[in-house]
């Protein structure tokens, strides 16, 4: 068997294969057997033909076509692991020769791990942020717990300023009622924001039963660019008005949540919300290394097949989080006015970014001889049983040899971010 190999753009490889008509022998008597098997020839038992039974039964070149289906990819992989190329992906085959007793040549084009050179870390410099918390977060964490707790009591009276109105509401811009714009049973917290301004002070004064008819411009950077900006016309129809009553902040209120006084749960809150702050600190500081190491690192063309995975990974992603909150991901297409095709296209300059961080993490790890340990994955594995404690119909999953290699990237890829942060850090 020869081959020859031939470089192309974006990282990938023509590799041509031919394989002489001995080359072929073992190939041709395991494709008669098949064939000889699969259809009955007189005389014989299914799988005993002798070679020259099948060949004078289906012809010589039938025999070569199948054969060539069992050489491509078994000689194909042993030229991959004696070329020592890391391929990605499946390749594609074309047949240059394929005729009876004559070598048999084809062409294999695959896309390759685009190479990366390492650049120096040890220049990177991170900016340490002070991680402060306001009291005004505080105070937010505080009204939110306050809202767990509301009592709400229908009122007979026109709606106040710290009320909660349920309407039907119909929306509609140059007299053509929008799509989506009709709402029933539609509940307005009168002491929150929302996202049409200026309709809850229209709301203020009226009682259960009341209707009215007023118009209000929509926000400029509203994700439907129809109406963005524009005026639009509400009709509306009171059907309740709730008097909301919520615990005041007293030593009474922190001991219902586990806590002896107010000023014991405003520290609890404080430093839950510190240690919040330093851990998105943290991330912010791992991203902003990974992003100048990647400026640091030069990598060869990134094959297409790797941007198209990923921007099918981060749609998948999207979808699911769109999933999550209820939603059907056609509807926020729609919304959005964008399709599958073009929001994979706007990915794609993110991706090549998340395809580097990859590449370059593999890289590194690979170098540095970073790896993680059998007894680190296995307490790895038992930290995440143990959070889905309570769904046992999970844990074959999470004990399943891909989720065991999943856990195993996180592992090392958390190594890898702590070496950069040694290097950046000059230890």
């Keep these: 068997m020869k081959h020859t190999l031939k470089s192309l753009p974006k990282s990938a490889v023509e590799i041509t294969i031919e394989l002489a008509p001995e080359d072929m022998q073992s190939y041709l008597q395991k494709a008669a057997a098949q064939m ?3 259809s009955s020839i007189p005389g014989f038992r299914p799988g005993k033909a002798p070679y020259e039974q099948v060949v004078a039964r289906f012809g010589a070149q039938r025999v070569w076509e199948e054969a060539a289906q069992l050489a491509v990819p078994r000689s194909f992989t042993e030229t991959v692991k004696k070329e020592n190329l890391e391929t990605i992906g499946s390749p594609e085959i074309a047949v240059i020769k394929l005729a009876a007793d004559n070598p048999f040549i084809f062409k294999a084009t695959i896309a390759l791990l685009p190479e990366v050179t390492l650049g120096d870390y040890s220049s990177i410099k991170l900016e340490r942020k002070t991680t402060t918390v306001e009291a005004a977060k505080v105070d937010k964490v505080l009204k939110d717990l306050r809202k767990m707790q509301t009592k709400e009591v229908v009122a007979s009276r026109p709606a106040l300023a710290e009320d909660k109105v349920v309407l039907d509401m119909a929306m509609s811009l140059d007299s053509v009622p929008l799509d989506g714009g009709v709402t029933k049973d539609h509940a307005v917290y009168m002491d929150e924001e929302y996202y049409v301004p200026g309709l809850k002070e229209q709301l203020v004064g009226l009682k259960k039963g009341d209707t009215k008819e007023f118009q209000l411009k ?3 950077e509203h994700y439907q660019k129809m109406i963005a900006g524009k005026d639009v016309d509400f009709k509306i129809e009171i059907k309740d008005v709730f008097e909301l009553t919520r615990p005041e902040l007293t030593d009474e209120f922190a001991q219902e949540l586990g806590q002896k006084t107010i000023a014991d749960l ?3 809150i ?7 702050a330093k851990q998105k600190d943290e991330e912010r500081g791992e991203i902003e290394l990974l992003e100048k190491a990647i ?8 094959p297409d097949i790797l941007v198209n995975e990923e921007t099918h990974k981060m749609l998948a992603e999207l979808e699911d989080g769109i999933a999550r909150q209820g939603l059907e991901f056609n509807d926020y297409l729609q919304k959005i006015g964008k399709t599958r095709d073009q929001l994979r296209l706007d990915f794609a300059p993110q991706a ?4 580097k961080t990859a590449l370059l993490m593999r890289k590194l790890a690979h ?11 296995d307490a790895e594995v038992a930290r995440v049983l143990e959070l889905y404690k309570d769904a046992p119909e999970q844990h074959e999953q999470i004990r399943s040899v891909g989720a065991r290699q999943y856990l195993t990237n ?3 890829n958390r190594k890898v971010i702590n070496w950069l942060k040694q290097v950046a850090a000059g230890l």
């Design 270 to 276: 404080h430093g839950n919300l510190e240690h919040e």
């Design 367 to 377: 170098t540095q001889n970073i790896s993680a340990t059998e007894e680190e994955i």
């Design 218 to 220: 929509f926000p400029k």
């Design 352 to 355: 090549i970014k998340r395809v």
């Design 295 to 302: 400026e640091k690192t030069k990598f060869s063309d990134v």
């Design 36 to 38: 000889s098997s699969e």
């Design 266 to 268: 405003k520290t609890i």
């Design 410 to 412: 996180i592992l090392m």
